[in-house]
Structures are given as C-alpha cells and as structure tokens.
C-alpha cells in the first residue's frame, strides 16, 4: 500500500517518539487539531510547514517523506555529505579544525613556556655550579 505524505510523517514521528503536541509547539501552532488533521489525512500539510519539518529534523530523508524513496532517516555520512559547504566542508567540520587549531597553537605556546623553563632551570644550575667551585676553593 503506498502511504501519502501525512502517513509517512506520522511513521517518521512514531520512530522518532515524537508528540504529535511537541510537533505543535516546534512549529508554533495554536491548535493541537492541526498537527491531528495532517496525521489523520483530513487537511493536506501546507508546504511552509513541510519546509519547517524538514529543516526541524535534518536526519528525515526528504525523498522518503515527499516521494516514498528509500528510507526515512538519512545514515550519518549522507548527512554529513549533506551539510558541506561551497568548498566541501561541513560547517561543524570547520568549527573543529579551528579548534584543534587553537589547541595546538596553545600547545605550541605551553611547550615554548617549558622549553624557556628548562633553559632558564639550566642557567641556574650552572650558577649554582659555579658557586659551589668558588666555595670549594675557598
């Protein structure tokens, strides 16, 4: 039997154990009877909340939902192939870089504090050496 739009986004929210009144309120719907309508197939799901659906829920395959093909969840690699940007990077994959980036420079800046430390840590050693020649031939 081939489902409509309505009954695939019911299964989707079923799956996901989602309300339908916790899909009114991501949506900011007055009525709960909206949300109802839709899932029990009187009103058809106007496309400015089929657009909100979709951005609400980035794992809903949208070809699944509009046109029955393939799966209703996206697996994550297509998702994370999905949000990459003009240069083929997804955005929390730049977000990360730059932190490991940050992280490293801190990194590199706590080394140079260690390696100043032990230069610093030599120098009095040797002065402390030379000290204790000088009380020794004294």
């Known amino acids: 039997m081939d489902m409509s739009i309505n009954q695939r986004l ?41 657009i909100a659906i979709i951005d609400l829920f980035p794992d809903l395959n949208i070809n699944w939902l509009i046109r029955n093909l393939g799966a209703p969840f996206i697996d994550q690699k297509s998702l994370r192939m999905i949000h990459r940007n003009d240069y083929g990077f997804c ?3 730049l977000d990360k870089d730059k932190e490991i980036e940050m992280l490293k420079a801190m990194l590199d800046k706590k080394e140079k504090e260690i390696k100043d430390i032990y230069i610093e840590f030599g120098k009095m ?14």
Do not use: M
């Open 91 to 93: 955005e929390e994959c």
């Open 125 to 138: 050693a040797e002065r402390l050496h030379q000290l204790e020649r000088t009380e020794s031939l004294n």
């Open 10 to 50: 019911e299964e989707f929210l079923y799956k996901k154990n989602i309300s339908q009144e916790q899909l009114r309120v991501k949506l900011g719907l007055k009525t709960r009877q909206q949300v109802s309508n839709w899932l029990n197939c009187h009103d058809h799901i106007p496309a400015k909340h089929l």
